[in-house]
């Protein structure tokens, strides 16, 4: 068995925490892959997978890159109201909800 991290919604990571991880990578398609530059001549060792940085209005968000699996995770913190606002665990139904076996 192994313990892993709570789950974003749990409200228990204050820090940065990985918000989505993707395999469309940014790197690549910028053509700054370290996988990609393994074999050209003159750049081989150069490229490194240092974090990017992604703004969007107020929010910035940190890109860090996983190449052995091919991955891309941007990074964010969660944001005050959401943190202080209780986990949807937590919060009762209003009502429940029905399932019909046929459209009404």
């Known amino acids: 068995m192994e313990v ?3 789950a974003y919604e749990a409200h228990q ?3 940065e925490v990985s918000l989505m991880i993707t395999k469309h990578c940014l790197r690549f398609s910028y ?3 370290p ?3 393994k074999g050209v001549k003159g ?4 490229v490194r997978a240092d974090p ?3 703004k969007s209005g107020d929010e910035t968000y940190t890109l860090k890159f996983e190449c052995r699996p091919c991955e891309m995770h ?3 913190k969660m944001k005050k109201h959401i943190l202080k606002s209780p986990p949807p665990s937590e919060i009762p139904a209003s009502a429940p909800i029905t399932f019909f076996k046929q459209r009404p």
């Open 13 to 15: 990571e204050e820090g």
């Open 31 to 33: 053509n700054l892959c």
């Open 74 to 76: 941007v990074m964010g």
């Open 43 to 46: 750049v081989m060792g150069q």
């Open 52 to 54: 990017m940085i992604l």
């Open 4 to 6: 892993i991290a709570p």
């Open 35 to 37: 996988k990609q530059a």
